[in-house]
């Protein structure tokens, strides 16, 4: 199983420009999240899914947006980027709550806003 | 809101000795459950550790052991005979169990271990 994967690995972005975020996991999870992790800080939420058609914000959602068509796919959007953005983003996914419920992340994004 | 603070930005270690990793947080809530994740220069998450507030009990995964007060509120990781592969940035995080809070964590800002001969 490729488990949670995004793309890209790395990205430049110019200040002002958009672009999409993607990840997709492949483990039929219910739950999927997208945290930032600025350099020398822990990971932050900044949205989250429960299922197919439901978003939710995290702790820092501002300058992001999300959509949920699939199970599989939970792609972030960066709209107008912003030097403040620069960060390593983690996709992650987890089955319904459960004794055993284990999060899985992605290997990141490393985003750069110049 | 709940806060997770790690105070110790760097700690090292000879290999084969022991070391503890701090964790401290804050909560108001009853029932949570606590987490030590290992982040390799690789950039991956590797969940290494979990703890239920409601078990008294200290879980242990192989040469990783927590001490968990929960009284103190705090949450610290143990590394027996460590080895070169331990050498990580180790983030301590907290999660409720609440109905409905899915797998929302909170993590501390790390603490970088060296691993040294």
């Known amino acids: 199983n490729a488990g949670v994967t995004q793309t890209p690995k790395f990205r430049i972005l110019k200040i002002g420009q958009s672009m999409t975020l993607q990840c997709t996991q492949d483990m039929n999870h219910n739950y999927m999240y997208w945290y930032r992790q600025d350099p020398g800080m822990g990971l932050k939420l900044i949205y989250y899914?429960?299922?197919?058609?439901?978003?939710d914000k995290g702790e820092v959602p501002n300058g992001y947006n999300v959509s949920r068509s699939t199970t599989e796919d939970f792609p972030l959007r960066l709209e107008l980027a912003a030097p403040s953005q620069t960060s390593v983003y983690f996709c992650?996914?987890?089955?319904?709550?459960?004794?055993?419920?284990?999060?899985?992340f992605g290997s990141g994004t490393q985003l750069s806003v110049l | 809101a709940q806060t997770v603070t790690q105070s110790q930005p760097e700690m090292s270690v000879q290999e084969a000795e022991t070391v503890t990793l701090s964790c401290t947080y804050d909560?108001?809530?009853?029932?949570?459950?606590l987490f030590w994740y290992k982040q390799p220069p690789s950039r991956q998450m590797i969940l290494v550790i979990r703890q239920e507030a409601y078990k008294q009990q200290n879980a242990t995964e192989n040469r990783f052991s927590v001490n968990f007060q929960k009284a103190a509120k705090s949450f610290s990781l143990k590394i027996s005979d460590s080895q070169l592969g331990d050498a990580a940035m180790y983030f301590c995080?907290?999660?409720?169990?609440?109905?409905?809070?899915?797998?929302?964590?909170?993590f501390g800002t790390g603490t970088r271990l060296q691993v040294t001969l």
């Open positions: 899914s429960v299922g197919a058609g439901i978003t």
């Open positions: 992650a996914s987890s089955y319904y709550r459960s004794n055993n419920e284990k999060l899985f």
């Open positions: 995080a907290y999660r409720s169990a609440e109905t409905g809070t899915a797998s929302k964590l909170t």
């Open positions: 909560t108001s809530e009853s029932d949570y459950y």
